[in-house]
């Protein structure tokens, strides 16, 4: 029984309690009434009966514990963003790849050896900023496998891992609009994507340098380049690296200029439902194991070139986040 049912139910037996002690002098039943004890009524459980079985829907639609659910099928549902190079993207053949799926195929890995499993199949989900977080909840998706910021107002619907990486907001401009910080933007069209952090990160760069440009919102970041490449934008404010993933695959790169001002802090992690505390743990476990191994080196390098350049924060969170067993 979940914690619903059970508060439901003590409710319930409360009431029957404050009944049976309330011993009215003078009892005044309607027809079809009958006293059982101590003034409770048939009426009185017949009521407390009804609120139980419409308890049960409620719990039946309860999310069962992660690691429960994918020992009872033999696999895992992994959401992935399309466009979000080198985090989370689709291959030349269609296959989810980039730096962030990569860390969830060795979580998935040691949950495998955890649950002692033959095998375990991976589902993999594609999902967006508009619609990541309800998949979670509704449990479409059990893990999140993108380039998601950790902030205090997603806290409030979900759970996130360790950090996997620290980025910042910036600016993908066309050389021809001549835009290379925030303070270039006024009357600029600028493309973004809505309820990001990156929206929030522009709207105080543009408040602080006094600069109104027209913002014109877009699907996701394939769609952030195509306006600059057929002329409909001036600029794409993202993430500085999935900047770089994008202008990595302009068709004129020579026409692209990707600013080198940084307005927002954006700590990435891994993101799954709130609550599930076995789950969590398995999942930072890994991410520990990969860290503390040193095991975390080549995956970074496949994505982001040398170690020896990694930047300091990032080097950084790969230590502190190095937990013991």
């Known amino acids: 029984m979940s914690d619903g049912a059970l508060a439901a139910g003590s409710a319930i037996a409360s009431r029957l309690v404050s009944l049976g002690s309330s011993r009215p002098s003078v009892a005044f039943l309607l027809p079809g009434q009958v006293v059982l004890a101590s003034g409770v009524t048939m009426r009185s459980l017949l009521a407390a009966s009804a609120l139980l079985v419409l308890a049960g829907p409620a719990v039946a639609q309860e999310i069962r514990p992660t690691l429960d659910k994918i020992k009872e099928t033999g696999a895992v549902s992994l959401g992935y963003r399309e466009t979000s190079r080198p985090f989370s993207f689709l291959d030349a053949d269609g296959k989810p790849t980039g730096y962030s799926v990569d860390l969830c195929l060795q979580v998935a890995a040691a949950i495998k050896q955890s649950l002692k499993l033959a095998d375990l199949k991976i589902n993999w989900v594609p999902a967006t900023p508009a619609d990541r977080v309800s998949k979670l909840v509704k449990g479409t998706i059990d893990l999140e496998c993108g380039s998601t910021t950790i902030t205090f107002g997603r806290m409030e619907q979900v759970a996130f891992s360790h950090m996997i990486f620290v980025d910042g907001a910036s600016l993908l401009a066309t050389v021809a609009s001549g835009v290379g910080e925030v303070k270039d933007l006024g009357g600029k069209r600028v493309g973004l994507v809505a309820n990001t952090t990156t929206e929030k990160a522009l709207a105080s760069a543009l408040n602080a340098a006094s600069v109104k440009p027209q ?23 993202s993430d500085h690296l999935l900047l770089a ?30 609550g599930d505390n076995a789950f969590q743990a398995q999942v930072n476990r890994a991410l520990s194991a990969l860290y503390r191994s040193r095991a975390i080196v080549p995956i970074y390098e496949k994505w982001f070139g040398s170690y020896t350049q990694v930047p300091q924060l990032v080097n950084a969170l790969y230590l502190l986040h190095s937990w013991p067993e």
């Open 215 to 237: 913002i014109v919102n877009v699907a996701d970041h394939q769609d952030g380049l195509k306006g600059l490449e057929e002329g409909r934008l001036d600029a794409y404010a």
């Open 245 to 274: 993933g994008l202008l990595a695959t302009a068709k004129d790169r020579a026409k692209l200029r990707l600013s080198g001002e940084i307005i927002s802090y954006e700590p990435y992690a891994l993101m799954m439902r709130r």
